[in-house]
């Protein structure tokens, strides 16, 4: 008898210090707006120096808007594109890119295209602390979503001493 109350009592301590694990708080790094809006202006700007009227948007980790700019002359279907590609790169955590490039080339990846608020087009590029995602930019206007990237990337290149 007191062997199976002493089992009982060690798998219910055992069970209560789990949950009280599993209830911990969690410290999550995060895009701040200051940090968005510089990424945001320094896309446009790098993209404009090309030629390319763009508009960039930069999400935090969740995928929430916190930056965009619009270049002049940038087209309307723009801001939702970039959006769009912020989504998407933030909540998969990889380029746009890459996973267009993915679904394309793998039959069991073809229907992230469905996902609700996905854009498979290049321009979605993650913005990174270490290897933990705590934002994304995404990029529409420049003519190919490679070009989109490219100004994303180099976007993100300038700010690069404020990621650690």
């Known amino acids: 008898m007191q062997n199976r109350l002493a089992s009982t009592a ?3 301590l055992s069970l209560i210090a789990t949950a009280a ?3 911990g708080v969690r410290t999550e790094k995060n895009i701040s707006l200051d940090l968005a809006t510089q990424i945001a202006a320094q896309t446009v700007s790098t993209c404009t120096a090309n030629g390319y009227n763009v508009t960039a948007t930069v999400v935090d980790r969740a ?3 916190r930056a965009v700019h619009r ?3 940038a087209g309307p279907h ?3 594109a970039s959006r769009l590609k912020a989504y998407t790169s933030a909540s998969a955590k990889n380029t746009t890119l890459a996973m267009m490039e993915g679904a394309q080339k793998n039959p069991a990846a073809a229907n992230l295209v469905n996902i609700p608020g ?3 087009l290049g321009g979605g590029v993650p913005v990174k602390v270490g290897n ?3 934002g994304a930019v995404g990029v529409g206007g420049a003519p190919g979503g490679h070009l989109d990237e490219q100004c994303a990337v180099a976007g993100i290149a300038k700010v690069q ?3 650690k």
């Open 10 to 12: 060690a798998l219910t």
């Open 21 to 23: 694990s599993a209830e």
């Open 63 to 65: 995928g929430t808007v």
């Open 71 to 73: 270049a002049d002359n």
């Open 78 to 80: 723009t801001l939702e």
């Open 118 to 120: 996905y854009l498979l």
């Open 132 to 134: 933990e995602v705590i």
């Open 161 to 163: 001493d404020l990621l």
